[in-house]
């Protein structure tokens, strides 16, 4: 619990930016020779930042939301899914909002974007390898005007049907489409989506 705690802290001030490398520092920190789970991280870094945050957190999180769903109306056609920090109700200070959408083009999505008011501030190709072959996403970085970033991640149409399992709350990665985000807003639109303890 210690070191989740310690973890949870690096990662909170930015001492850290991966789970991995945030649980060894402070196991070394502490001199404990013992990991968490990054699920135990997870829980207390939401705790952090509710006690930091307070009330600005349940504000910004509504804000984010709200900025999804415009974005994601404007990309409609593209099937577009709340991923992230945002999605799961635990965003905080520097969390950005994650969408992903399915095209063959990129530049079909920036098309879309760029006609509805937004700007692409930056553009690059990740490569990551997924069963042993390469897979390839294209990441759309937008910083607007109320200081929210929003990161679009443009990926294949095949993987569409795809479910990526989450390597910090074990569970499925579902995310939001855009009927889901609306009727969420409308009902409950500070409900987390965390699982009380980690899937296996």
Not at 162 to 174: L, P, Q, S, T, W
Not at 190 to 197: G, I, Q, S
Request: aromatic share 4%; charged share 30%.
């Amino acid at each position: 619990m210690r070191i989740a705690k310690e973890a949870a802290r690096l990662l909170y001030t930015g001492v850290s930016e991966e789970y991995k490398h945030a649980k060894e520092q402070a196991a070394i920190n502490l001199g404990i020779n013992a990991l968490p789970s990054n699920y135990e991280v997870a829980v207390e870094l939401d705790l952090i930042a509710e006690q930091l945050e307070g009330e600005d957190r349940k504000e910004l999180l509504f804000r984010m939301r709200n900025t999804a769903l415009t974005l994601m109306r404007a990309l409609v056609e593209f099937n577009p899914v709340l991923i992230g920090s945002v999605w799961r109700g635990t965003a905080r200070k520097g969390s950005d909002v994650d969408v992903t959408v399915y095209a063959i083009r990129s530049e079909d999505v920036k098309s879309s974007l760029n006609s509805s008011g937004y700007t692409v501030k930056k553009s690059m190709e990740v490569v990551t390898t997924k069963g042993g072959r390469p897979n390839r996403s294209h990441h759309l970085i937008i910083e607007l005007d109320n200081g929210i970033q929003v990161e679009v991640v443009v990926r294949p149409q095949e993987e569409r049907e795809e479910m990526a399992r989450c390597e910090v709350y074990g569970d499925i990665k579902k995310g939001l489409s855009l009927p889901e985000l609306e009727k969420l807003m409308r009902g409950d639109p500070l409900r987390k989506f965390v699982p009380k303890r980690r899937h296996k």
